[in-house]
């Protein structure tokens, strides 16, 4: 981009009244004369410019004040924007803008600044342009597609690290790892995480421990990896570039190990966060992430070690009672028998009762049976016309007993009945 020309430099400089001491070469002076002079050369200078650049490193205070740096192909420049100012629309890591503002120093740190007044926009970033494209011409090549992406197992044996031996990220990891899941073997791949060819080294990190898992044993004779951390500390948006590189895109799409990107902070967004499998909003929550915690872990065991304690428990007294019951088996099995006898015993007296009881009834029915039957013979015509007596019977068969029923009849004919015969008889 370059630096502004005199064109971008408008507004107007003025020296201020109070000219800079001039200070001999030969007497030493102090930091803070140095400084002062310094301060009153660039204020009484730069009093109201204007300066075109793209933000980086963008910082909104909790106090209300906003910070960024300004920058170009060729220099940045740090610059504030006091909460007391008005601001039309939202600053962000990329975007490209025109400032106006004086410069300023702060001696404490011995550093100048912009101490801008105004704002607009200019367009996008260079950085911000080439990150746009290449997320869009990535995502319709598939890379980010969600349907793709692996979970993270729950329980990792091994872990591997792919970060910057030295940032205060790996330490991060590596505390919470210990603290959270330290039977957890792990292993770390340092390289480098920003600067020239940091995504080569990024890259071969991943495909190395592919190749290892994808293999046979690693190099300290450990099973596979089975989760990957791939990140660094927070920064700039030049500081995090080498995640939005190509490079390291497709090395975590290609990887066979579950990946977790954990760059810069929750607000910082690459190409790494997309295409992983998990993204993690910082290195101590991607250790989180990668692994249970080992309190709730005890806590599960405990309680499922107390519910098999209980169920033990019921289940030795159950076995206890029915021990109990199986040693007293022979008194049982005696008490059961004379039970069963006795119950013999009473069935069989009840039985000979209701036997006795039918028999005498049967044979009081046989005696009055043989009653009625005599009764019955000695009743029977035949057998008194056996004794020689007859019967007179009428046409119709009615019988005649005495003669006065003959006489009313006035019936002159009948039939007499003996014992061997019947005989019509007329009357007269």
């Known amino acids: 981009m370059g630096m502004p020309d005199k064109a971008v430099l408008e507004g107007t400089i003025s020296r201020s009244s109070s000219q800079p001491v001039m200070l001999e070469p030969e007497h030493a002076v102090t930091v803070g004369a140095l400084t002062k002079n310094i301060r009153g050369l660039l204020e009484s200078t730069f009093v109201d410019v204007t300066v075109e650049g793209e933000i980086s490193n963008f910082i909104d205070h909790r106090s209300g004040h906003r910070y960024w740096t300004l920058k170009d192909a060729d220099a940045q420049i740090s610059c504030v924007f006091w909460k007391s100012r008005f601001l039309t629309f939202d600053l962000k890591d990329g975007m490209k803008v025109?400032?106006?503002?004086?410069?300023?120093?702060?001696?404490?740190?011995?550093?100048?600044?912009?101490?801008?007044?105004?704002?607009?926009?200019?367009?996008?970033?260079?950085?911000?342009r080439a990150y746009e494209e290449r997320y869009a011409r990535l995502l319709a090549e598939g890379f980010f597609d969600e349907r793709r992406k692996r979970p993270i197992p729950k329980f990792p044996k091994t872990i591997g690290i792919v970060t910057s031996e030295s940032g205060a990220a790996l330490q991060d990891i590596l505390t919470v790892l210990r603290r959270r899941f330290p039977v957890a073997n792990v292993i770390v791949r340092p390289c480098a995480v920003q600067g020239v060819g940091a995504e080569l080294e990024i890259a071969r990190a991943i495909q190395e421990f592919n190749l290892y898992t994808v293999g046979t044993r690693l190099p300290d004779k450990k099973s596979g990896v089975d989760v990957l951390i791939v990140g660094r500390g927070g920064g700039s948006l030049e500081d995090l570039w080498c995640f939005n590189e190509e490079a390291v895109v497709r090395a975590i799409f290609a990887s066979k190990i579950?990946?977790?990107?954990?760059?810069?902070?929750?607000?910082?967004?690459?190409?790494?966060?997309?295409?992983?499998?998990?993204?993690?909003?910082?290195?101590?929550?991607?250790?989180?992430?990668?692994?249970?915690?080992?309190?709730?872990?005890?806590?599960?065991?405990?309680?499922?070690?107390?519910?098999?304690?209980?169920?033990?428990?019921?289940?030795?007294?159950?076995?206890?009672?029915?021990?109990?019951?199986?040693?007293?088996?022979?008194?049982?099995?005696?008490?059961?028998?004379?039970?069963?006898?006795?119950?013999?015993?009473?069935?069989?007296?009840?039985?000979?009762?209701?036997?006795?009881?039918?028999?005498?009834?049967?044979?009081?029915?046989?005696?009055?049976?043989?009653?009625?039957?005599?009764?019955?013979?000695?009743?029977?015509?035949?057998?008194?016309l056996d004794r020689g007596f007859t019967a007179l019977e009428t046409a119709d068969g009615a019988i005649i007993p005495r003669l006065s029923q003959l006489l009313e009849r006035e019936e002159k004919n009948g039939i007499l009945v003996f014992a061997d015969g019947r005989i019509s008889v007329r009357f007269d």
């Open 258 to 384: 579950p990946v977790i990107s954990a760059v810069g902070h929750e607000i910082d967004f690459t190409l790494a966060d997309f295409v992983a499998d998990l993204r993690a909003p910082t290195p101590t929550a991607a250790a989180e992430l990668a692994t249970p915690d080992r309190e709730e872990l005890l806590s599960m065991i405990d309680a499922v070690r107390e519910g098999l304690v209980r169920h033990t428990r019921s289940e030795v007294a159950r076995h206890r009672r029915e021990l109990e019951m199986a040693s007293n088996a022979r008194s049982l099995l005696l008490s059961l028998s004379n039970a069963v006898e006795q119950r013999r015993g009473r069935l069989n007296s009840e039985i000979l009762d209701a036997t006795r009881s039918v028999v005498h009834s049967l044979e009081r029915l046989r005696l009055r049976l043989e009653r009625d039957s005599a009764k019955l013979a000695a009743m029977n015509p035949d057998r008194v």
């Open 98 to 128: 025109v400032c106006r503002g004086r410069i300023t120093v702060y001696p404490p740190r011995g550093n100048y600044q912009l101490d801008v007044f105004q704002v607009r926009a200019s367009g996008i970033g260079e950085l911000q």
